[in-house]
């Protein structure tokens, strides 16, 4: 899929205008600013020179065991494009429903027998191999009224009611919770966390919490300027919730002075919804400062020269001189202003 410099060939296309089929089969721009390559979806967005600061996110938060979208880079004309795979929940129905479908009737008793739920499921999966539809309903003829049912990869696949994946945004949990379309000042990691734990009440918010707290973390080692509610979605598999991997980090180390002299989109608490004190987060959350302190080693120059590396590795070329010591630079600038917040908190402590 990649060409000799790493890059992946959008030409053919135009990424701005949603043009389908110009390579049938092999690279088609749908109009939800996603891009099908080789057969997968991929969500594309145009990046500019941005592009290095996701790649640079990438390695920084596989280094700290951070789930992390994986990116790779497009190229159309002379403009780059981030693209990552589709990783959306799959559509799943019911059999009864698609039944009542392909057989245009609510009573679909006597249509729960193989030769009907086979013929059924080739009419609504026409891409699927007939003997496999045969050999799967065949195992599952004792519970055919109960099964739900997805295709993935032009497979078959029956899954139970409770593991069926569902996704939330934080955004549309805030509205829910706070009763308001306007979530801005709700954009704070205190209501974020009260949110989630009334939204999931009875399931274990321990995780979550821990999750969440590693996500803040993050951000503040790659002075994120652009984490908010609409870019943190969570995914919850019938068992546990989780996280989905992180997105939108490309504007990465692109502030004067890193993330806390900039206005941090993620604040601490709601009257403060742009955080612009570090000290005041360690202050409030002092149970992280160990934590923080441990991420630090991902800023000293060997390591961010090693991840900058493996965005060269990825993409086969030089990152420009500029890029490249400006990374270096404001990464350990913002290592400096961490210690110093951790050290006048723990200053603090000590004094009291």
Do not use: W
């Amino acid at each position: 899929m990649k060409y000799t410099d790493g890059f992946i060939d959008l030409k053919e296309v135009d990424c701005q205008k949603g043009m389908t089929a110009v390579m049938p089969g092999k690279v088609r721009i749908n109009n939800n600013n996603t891009v099908e390559i080789e057969g997968r979806d991929y969500y594309a967005k145009r990046a500019g020179t941005n592009f290095y600061g996701e790649l640079l996110a990438e390695e920084i938060a596989h280094e700290l065991d951070v789930p992390c979208a994986h990116y790779d880079v497009a190229y159309f004309n002379e403009d780059a494009y981030l693209i990552s795979e589709v990783k959306d929940t799959p559509n799943t129905y019911r059999l009864d429903e698609i039944l009542a479908h392909v057989y245009q009737t609510e009573n679909i008793t006597h249509y729960l027998r193989d030769k009907y739920v086979i013929n059924a499921l080739m009419s609504f999966f026409p891409n699927l191999d007939k003997e496999e539809v045969k050999k799967v309903v065949n195992e599952k003829k004792d519970d055919l009224g109960r099964l739900i049912i997805t295709c993935q990869d032009n497979k078959l696949v029956f899954v139970d009611h409770y593991h069926v994946e569902k996704i939330y945004s934080i955004e549309e949990i805030l509205k829910t919770i706070y009763h308001t379309d306007d979530t801005s000042i709700f954009n704070n990691l205190y209501d974020i966390k009260v949110a989630l734990e009334k939204y999931f009440k009875g399931h274990n918010f321990d995780n979550l919490e821990a999750e969440l707290n590693r996500i803040y973390l993050f951000d503040i080692l790659i002075a994120n300027p652009d984490r908010n509610a609409s870019n943190l979605k969570v995914i919850d598999d019938g068992y546990n919730i989780r996280f989905m991997p992180l997105y939108d980090n490309q504007n990465c180390f692109s502030h004067e002075n890193t993330t806390y002299d900039s206005n941090y989109t993620l604040g601490v608490k709601r009257e403060k919804n742009e955080n612009s004190d570090l000290v005041e987060f360690l202050t409030t959350f002092p149970y992280m400062i160990p934590i923080l302190g441990h991420y630090l080693i991902v800023l000293n120059p060997h390591n961010i020269q090693s991840a900058l590396y493996q965005v060269e590795n990825k993409i086969n070329s030089r990152i420009p001189k500029d890029i490249y010591a400006r990374f270096l630079n404001d990464a350990t600038i913002n290592a400096s202003m961490i210690e110093k917040a951790i050290n006048e908190v723990n200053q603090k402590q000590k004094k009291m």
